[in-house]
């Protein structure tokens, strides 16, 4: 079975400083995800220098195909000295996991890696090797969907030292929250924000460190099918939206007269609800067979906004109550962050004069420049995005 693999993070930056001293880079290739989490040696724009270095040039290499001595030793050539610590090295974890469930773990300096298995930690067996005068742990392992992964930094584990704890959180207090945590909550984003927010709380909002928490979770693949628009020709009707019931996964369609092709194609009553949860965003409707029914471009913008709003790094507890809300829009978004790894567009293209700028050309409407948005957003949250135009 082939698996997707959800990432999220979330850095606290060491306060008073703009810049953080912790880097993560995760990069998707056709059959794997590489996640680099750094930790420049000190804060501040020294330590993000070195951080951003250490996780790119080892993504890169890694991608590439280099092994990861390779990687390393490019490391230890490139980072410059620190003239007080003669140390030349920011510390880092690289999770490799292929879509067949096979993990692969590196480690340097950073605190471990905590693996979760239903609700309890699975203690990994490492290897010990030399690496130009370094020591670097190797993992490997096999994951399965409903398993969680944490990597951390170290400000992690420091927090709250000499304030609300005497020697910091430590790793065993970390791994006993987010252990417990995977049991309520089961989307790599909340956990991500949950942690990171536990951790500023123990800092009481002035972390001594940047801190930073990444979290993995595998799932099996879920395709969510969208159709919205109706096609350019009307004869086209019926292909769209066999096509669109066709492809296994979850449906959902945008639209008031997308709505009405599908329920005179396959027969069925189009319902609309009568309860406006939000002003702003017109009510869901109901098909029987469809996941979701939304209205269009009000729904689709707002869509973008709330997913643009957690990219931004600055979700927080309350950006999920808003999530959690019963309106068209936080209803599509919920699905799409939290329980898509593939979205399928079924594009119409005929144009809705309703829909038209007069400031764009007039073969691109609202809509369909929504649509783009909207899947250029959802690949950079990782997700896979296929189009279909009619």
């Not at 693999?5 to 703009?18: C, I, P, Q, T």
């Not at 890169?60 to 030349?88: D, F, H, S, W, Y």
């Not at 987010?178 to 500023?200: D, F, G, I, M, Y």
Request: proline content about 4%; glycine content about 8%.
């Amino acid at each position: 079975m082939k698996m997707h693999v959800d990432m999220a993070y979330r850095s606290l930056n060491k306060f008073g400083e703009e810049l953080c001293g912790d880097k993560v880079v995760i990069t998707r290739t056709d059959d794997s995800v590489i996640a680099v989490l750094a930790d420049g040696l000190g804060s501040g724009v020294k330590a993000n220098i070195l951080s951003t270095l250490t996780s790119t040039i080892i993504s890169t290499m890694l991608n590439e195909g280099a092994t990861v001595e390779q990687a390393v030793e490019t490391i230890v050539r490139t980072l410059p000295i620190c003239n007080v610590r003669k140390l030349a090295y920011s510390t880092f974890s690289v999770l490799q996991i292929q879509e067949n469930g096979e993990a692969y773990l590196v480690e340097f300096d950073n605190p471990a890696c905590m693996f979760i298995r239903d609700g309890k930690l699975v203690e990994l067996n490492p290897e010990y090797k030399e690496y130009s005068g370094k020591t670097v742990s190797e993992s490997r392992f096999t994951v399965r969907p409903g398993d969680v992964i944490g990597l951390i930094s170290d400000g992690v584990v420091y927090a709250g030292v000499g304030n609300l704890l005497n020697f910091g959180w430590s790793w065993e207090n970390v791994a006993a929250w987010l252990t417990k945590a995977t049991l309520k909550e089961n989307s790599a984003p909340r956990l991500a924000v949950a942690l990171s927010q536990a951790v500023n709380e123990l800092y009481m909002e002035k972390p001594g460190d940047d801190s930073t928490v990444l979290i993995a979770r595998v799932t099996p693949r879920v395709v969510v099918n969208m159709l919205a628009g109706p096609p350019k020709n009307k004869e086209d009707d019926a292909r769209i939206v066999r096509d669109f019931m066709t492809s296994p996964g979850k449906r959902v369609v945008c639209g008031g007269t997308s709505a009405n092709i599908v329920g005179r194609v396959l027969n069925r009553k189009v319902e609309t609800s009568l309860q406006y949860i939000d002003p702003q965003i017109p009510p869901v409707g109901y098909i029987e067979g469809i996941d979701l029914v939304t209205e269009g471009v009000l729904t689709l913008s707002r869509t973008v906004d709330i997913l643009k709003e957690y990219l931004s790094h600055e979700a927080d507890a309350f950006y999920f109550h808003k999530l959690d809300d019963k309106n068209g829009a936080a209803l599509l978004a919920k699905l799409l962050l939290e329980s898509c790894t593939t979205l399928k567009v079924f594009i119409g293209t005929a144009i809705n004069p309703a829909h038209q700028d007069p400031g764009l050309p007039s073969d691109l409407s609202i809509k369909l420049k929504l649509i783009n948005e909207l899947c250029s957003v959802m690949e950079r949250l990782g997700k896979r995005v296929e189009k279909a135009f009619y």
